[in-house]
């Protein structure tokens, strides 16, 4: 489906200043990039503070672990005193386990911390707010870890009445602000964090580690929103305090800052300042550890094992530096982001900057080795600002790139509303179209009433019509080609010229005559002194007698009282279809090779009426009667075929009813973005609704009818998916329509002749794009499915007609599709289907080529085999054949012929496609 464009095109000199809108914003955006490539050296410099290692081994070991929290609260309501609605504090915490993640979400990293900040129920934190509810988390990290501060965010339930109901907070009391609390959040399998060990015995703590401003060290944090500023200024400013510092240990409660944890001299944590606690030691951490499952189980850490290796190698002396440069190349190879890693790879690099065995700094004898540190860690920052610039950079022209895309779009929209306004008829225009038809009709009338007798044809001789005509002909049609002679024999009238649809016109044979139907008694026979009947169909008055319309061309019979006139059903019209049951079924196992058909290099249904009649009822599934058939069309027969399509059916035993249940899949997929794109994401989407949907349905669970519209809902969404990943993989732009069924021998009510009936089986049909499913009942055709594109949205909105989009210059733009985003709508229905309907799968190969009346017409000319599939696919090629076409012929045989062997079979599919295991 090359045709189709997903996006309006743009209009031809209608908007000159859209461009140069996109050199100005360009231009700036450029300018925006040189100041932070010439801004990046400044903040490199500033962020390297210490060029050489710490002397203290603990602040070293432990102040990569420690953390910042900002916590923030919304109050319940608005009180008449403050318009305030939001509160947050701050805090200290730190890291006491963390493991490479493993699966998305993961809450791999367990920050220790005081309840008093994290409390879910109320904002104790905060003086006289503890009606307040916890909104957000957000985690800090320290210097000694980065050069700028790294922010995680903890993700919290939209709604909670409870603790227990947070469960990535884990008190150690309930109030939570009674004593010490676990907060767990996510980071990504590349970026794995150092974590502080705990002391194996309580230990007296050497110092505490704090985290301030580097240019005040001395100067706390404010531990609460301050009056009169925003929760957004508190946060950032909250930022500018990650600087890492030793502290003395506090005596008491309330002497530092909330959280801050307390080391021995190897870096290991003793113990953790808590306001409402006289002591926190490592006795009770460890017994607060215990109460959760997850950190009981053994993870792996490369991260934390090489730090610790690296730090105590490091601090052992020169001899120990080459294991020491070692261990931490692994740390930043395992983490990247790890930038305080960079400070030890320098002076264990080089020996003359050494550090004694008992954590003594020497000073170097060579000048450079502190600036050459200094320049590396400058130029590593330098890097990363840079490419987080380009970044930056890149997102703001995508981002404006969508919104200036989005204004032409609608702009478009708008001059083709205006477009469509000024070609709309006037009332007056209107009431002469109108006048101008009711004298047709007139006339119309006048010319039949000195028509000659029209005699039934021949009877149908089958699918494929009258030898030698131009088109095939239904089994109801009745033709001009035989005539009452004036002595009552049938004479024959000369060929006429009939058109085949591909604007050439085609000689005809005549139709072979035959007498005329008996008159029952005291009917009138055509012309009988002008009496008239209405026609049961189009309810226009016809001479009484008449064996057919002339308006709409219905087969007509008298009534039993020959006062009205009725449809005729031929007496053999049940033949075809009864031989048609009796003739097998090719039964195709999952898996299996299926034939090749005679039109496409694609799989196709085998034509039912090329297999042997004689083989062995026993082996044949009698299930729906399905009919397939697709062709690239005349215009692209030597290029791919972009379409594809899945069929399969079987019956499946539920356990709970000890029954068998008739189920069938049945898929068109019309693919977009070249020829080999488009048939790459047709296939694509077509296997993976396969592997999501047959393995479930080849299940014995019983499920209900919204259980199944989810399945054939998630399918989509899961081929939606996977062709976005591709075009994520491949850098591509290749996307396509669907249309599936998922049909199950399930009864639902549905209204027919304004009576509510029960149908036997129900479809599940699904649709994105403008492939469409139909349904045929009653010898009208239905269109189940709505399109989704540009043309539709037009009639929809009444600017213009239904027909009006088979010329519109925008019919092949579509604006809903699989592929081009992660998440996409897909409209669902539940269609009730009842014995003799038929479900009518195509793409717009079909529709666009073939008017929908004559669509209708070539279902109702035809049994449901091989031979429909072939007129239609025909009929699509005489209509001109620009596209590919594809099309699924469901029907619904009476219930005695849907039993058969349990299992899925496969009809057709893509060569390349694969079935899952069953």
Not at 47 to 69: F, I, K, N
Not at 705 to 712: T, Y
Request: glycine share 8%; proline share 6%.
């Amino acid at each position: 489906m090359s045709t189709h464009g997903i996006t309006s095109g743009t209009h031809k000199g209608v908007d000159r200043w859209h461009g140069v809108r996109y050199a100005i914003v360009h231009s700036l955006l450029g300018v925006v990039l040189l100041v932070l490539f010439l801004s990046a050296p400044a903040f490199a410099n500033s962020a390297t503070r210490r060029a050489s290692p710490p002397s203290q081994q603990y602040l070293a070991r432990a102040g990569v672990s420690v953390v910042r929290l900002i916590v923030t609260y919304t109050t319940a309501k608005v009180t008449t005193s403050s318009l305030t609605t939001s509160l947050a504090c701050t805090g200290l915490g730190i890291i006491v386990k963390s493991w490479t993640s493993t699966a998305a979400n993961d809450a791999n990293n367990w920050v220790l911390t005081d309840g008093n900040l994290v409390n879910p129920l109320g904002a104790s934190c905060v003086p006289g707010s503890s009606s307040a509810v916890l909104s957000s988390i957000e985690i800090i990290s320290s210097s000694g870890y980065t050069a700028l501060p790294e922010k995680y965010n903890v993700v919290l339930p939209t709604s909670f009445a409870k603790l227990s109901d947070v469960t990535n907070i884990q008190c150690q009391t309930n109030p939570c602000n009674n004593g010490a609390a676990l907060v767990a959040f996510s980071t990504s399998g590349a970026n794995t964090l150092p974590y502080v060990d705990l002391a194996p015995t309580d230990q007296t703590s050497v110092a505490g580690l704090e985290l301030t401003q580097s240019s005040s060290p001395t100067v706390p944090p404010p531990a609460s929103l301050p009056k009169g500023q925003t929760v957004t200024e508190y946060d950032t400013n909250m930022q500018n305090y990650f600087t890492v510092t030793s502290v003395a240990a506090p005596a008491g409660t309330g002497a530092q800052e909330a959280g801050l944890p307390l080391v021995n001299t190897a870096g290991e944590l003793v113990g953790m300042h808590i306001n409402t606690l006289s002591s926190f030691t490592a006795a009770d951490i460890k017994t607060l550890l215990g109460r959760v499952p997850a950190l009981q189980i053994t993870h792996a850490n490369p991260v934390h094992d090489n730090w610790v290796s690296g730090i105590q190698n490091y601090y052992l002396g020169t001899s120990h530096y080459a294991t020491a440069h070692s261990a931490f190349q692994n740390v930043l190879k395992e983490n990247p982001q790890f930038q305080g890693v960079q400070v030890f790879l320098n002076a264990t690099a080089t020996p003359a900057s050494t550090t004694g065995a008992g954590g003594t700094n020497k000073q170097s004898s060579n000048p450079e080795t502190g600036i050459g540190a200094a320049t590396q860690f400058l130029s590593s920052s330098t890097l990363l600002i840079i490419a987080g610039g380009v970044i930056v950079l890149i997102l703001l022209i995508i981002l404006l790139t969508v919104l200036f895309r989005r204004t032409r779009h609608k702009r478009e929209l708008e001059q083709e509303w205006r477009e469509a306004q000024s070609m709309s008829m006037s009332d007056s225009q209107i009431k002469a179209i109108q006048a101008q038809e009711q004298r047709a009709r007139q006339e119309q009338r006048a010319r039949v009433a000195d028509k000659p007798t029209l005699v039934p044809d021949a009877p149908y001789p089958g699918p494929g019509g009258f030898q030698g005509s131009g088109v095939a002909m239904p089994p109801n049609a009745y033709s001009a080609n035989s005539v009452n002679s004036p002595n009552g024999q049938i004479a024959q009238r000369p060929p006429q010229f009939i058109p085949t649809g591909n604007g050439e016109r085609t000689a005809s044979a005549p139709m072979p005559a035959m007498a005329t139907p008996p008159v029952q008694t005291g009917q009138a026979t055509n012309g009988g002194q002008g009496a008239e009947w209405p026609c049961p169909q189009c309810n226009e008055m016809i001479d009484r007698g008449s064996t057919f319309c002339p308006f709409c061309g219905v087969q007509l019979s008298p009534s039993a009282s020959g006062l009205h006139a009725r449809f005729r059903i031929p007496t053999d019209a049940n033949a075809a279809f009864n031989a048609l049951e009796n003739q097998p079924t090719q039964a195709f196992i999952a898996n299996a090779a299926p034939q090749q058909s005679l039109q496409d290099s694609q799989t196709t249904l085998p034509d039912l009426s090329r297999y042997d009649a004689t083989r062995a009822s026993k082996e044949i599934n009698h299930g729906f009667v399905v009919v397939t058939r697709t062709n690239p069309g005349k215009k692209r027969k030597s290029k791919p075929n972009e379409d594809s399509l899945l069929a399969a059916q079987g019956s499946r035993k539920i356990s709970a009813a000890q029954q068998f249940q008739q189920v069938g899949l049945f898929v068109i997929a019309d693919g977009m973005g070249g020829h080999a794109n488009g048939q790459d994401a047709s296939r694509l989407a077509i296997q993976t609704i396969a592997n999501y949907i047959l393995p479930r349905i080849s299940h014995s669970e019983e499920v209900g009818s919204e259980g199944l519209r989810q399945l054939l809902l998630e399918g989509v969404r899961a081929a939606n998916r996977a062709v976005h990943e591709r075009n994520i993989e491949q850098h591509a732009d290749m996307g396509t329509t669907m249309t599936a069924a998922l049909v199950v021998d399930m009864p639902s009510t549905t209204t027919l002749n304004g009576q509510n009936i029960t149908c036997p089986v129900t479809a599940f049909v699904a649709n994105v794009g403008d492939s469409r499913t139909y349904l045929f009942r009653d010898g009208h055709l239905r269109k189940v499915t709505q399109d989704h594109s540009v043309v539709a949205s037009l009639v929809q909105a009444g600017l213009i007609e239904e027909d009006d989009i088979y010329t519109h210059p925008k019919r092949n733009q579509i604006y809903r599709s699989l592929g081009e985003k992660l998440d996409i709508e897909v409209d669902t229905f539940i269609q009730p289907l009842c014995v003799n309907d038929r479900l009518l799968l195509c793409s717009d190969g079909l529709w666009d080529m073939v008017r929908d009346p004559n669509i209708e017409q070539v279902i109702k000319s035809h049994a449901p085999d091989g031979a429909l599939g072939d007129s239609l696919i025909q009929a699509a090629l005489d209509g001109g054949g620009e596209d590919n076409v594809s099309v699924i012929v469901v029907h619904i045989p009476e219930e005695s012929r849907r039993t058969g062997r349990f299992g899925i079979q496969l009809i057709d599919k893509p060569d390349s496609v694969q079935m899952p295991p069953l």
